[in-house]
């Protein structure tokens, strides 16, 4: 069984009478590619700055590998962080900017040399020793600041958002890149990002967040194929929502229709809500379908359509890869194994 190398254990964070952490807890395993995913305000960033020891939590308790280090300073704890500023010293050169922290511990020189070089390979800028800060692109600024964290050898690396400067062809690299590092190097990523698609194509473990609660946890496609709520269906894809009644187990009401589903353990006329995602409603002729409407709009994205469709008063989101015509009449149909069935939570 993998260990948990840090736990929060009802971690709270009030700022004036702002409530920006509520009894959060959370066990990061050994090695594990972890992300923090929420909107602005959710309170990512300041769980990051508790592990970090940046802040301090004002109720509950932190612990690294089995021990308590709430109180302890930043540069006590075994992680360090890179943020969406990477904060490279530009009076130094690339070699001296990564053996800043190796300096500082006095480590000898020959050591130095030798891990810095490690990191440069590490991070595919070897020959960049004498190159200064300056004459990097944005996405080599960062794999300088991801190479003087490593460097230190922690074994947490905390990530603030530090792909948000880059473009969007930039980005996508970098996910693999980062991946690719933690991989290799087989130390705990705690990543913190608004963005789903770079949730979704680096975790192990992917943590929701929403007015300092965890709203779910669980793999990459845990959160998207079976979202616990319709925060979570929201903010990660697109989601077509609907209200129901789950009649009995395999069998639900939404849309004025029955339909089947795969869905079971819940009360009998249990008000629900169901998930739909738009790539998983299949268009046929409008005399074929389980429901039909009307085309409103249609938009090019690339790799599909996305086209809206209205159903009596109702409002779908379908993806596909061909498209339909804007005022044309389609049938919809959905199979039991897309309908996801979620518990209704108070707002």
Not at 4 to 10: G, P, R, S, V
Not at 183 to 208: N, P, W, Y
Not at 212 to 218: A, E, F, L, S, T
Not at 236 to 259: A, H, P, Q, R, T
Request: charged fraction near 30%; include cysteine.
């Amino acid at each position: 069984m993998v260990e948990n190398i840090i736990e929060l254990h009802n971690i709270s964070k009030t700022y004036d009478d702002n409530t920006v952490l509520d009894k959060l807890s959370l066990d990061i395993k050994k090695n594990e590619f972890l992300t923090l995913l929420g909107p602005s305000g959710c309170g990512k960033t300041t769980t990051l700055k508790i592990i970090a020891g940046f802040e301090y939590a004002d109720e509950g308790q932190v612990l690294f590998e089995g021990k308590e280090m709430n109180n302890l300073p930043p540069y006590e704890r075994q992680v360090n962080t890179v943020f969406q500023k990477y904060a490279l010293f530009p009076h130094m050169n690339i070699y001296e900017n990564i053996a800043f922290g190796l300096k500082i511990k006095k480590m000898p020189k020959t050591e130095i040399d030798k891990k810095v070089k490690e990191m440069l390979k590490l991070v595919a800028l070897e020959g960049f020793e004498n190159r200064n800060v300056d004459s990097l692109s944005g996405g080599q600024q960062q794999r300088i600041a991801i190479a003087r964290a490593l460097v230190n050898e922690p074994k947490v690396l905390l990530l603030d958002e530090p792909l948000g400067a880059l473009d969007l062809k930039l980005r996508q690299e970098m996910q693999i890149e980062l991946k690719r590092m933690q991989q290799k190097l087989g130390i705990t990523f705690i990543f913190v990002t608004h963005d789903q698609e770079e949730a979704l194509s680096m975790s192990d473990t992917i943590i929701v967040m929403n007015k300092g609660k965890i709203q779910q946890m669980g793999t990459p496609e845990d959160i998207y194929n079976e979202p616990e709520n319709s925060f979570v269906a929201r903010f990660i894809g697109e989601s077509n929502i609907f209200d129901g009644v789950m009649l009995d187990d395999f069998k639900v009401v939404f849309c004025d229709k029955e339909f089947d589903c795969v869905d079971k353990g819940f009360e009998k006329n249990e008000d629900i809500e169901v998930v739909i995602r738009p790539e998983d409603i299949k268009m046929v002729n409008a005399e074929d379908g389980m429901l039909k409407g009307t085309v409103t709009s249609t938009v090019f994205k690339g790799v599909h359509y996305e086209i809206t469709v209205k159903e009596n008063d109702r409002s779908w989101i379908l993806h596909n890869t061909k498209n339909a015509e804007v005022g044309s009449t389609l049938g919809m149909d959905i199979y039991p194994e897309d309908i996801h069935i979620m518990r209704k939570v108070a707002e």
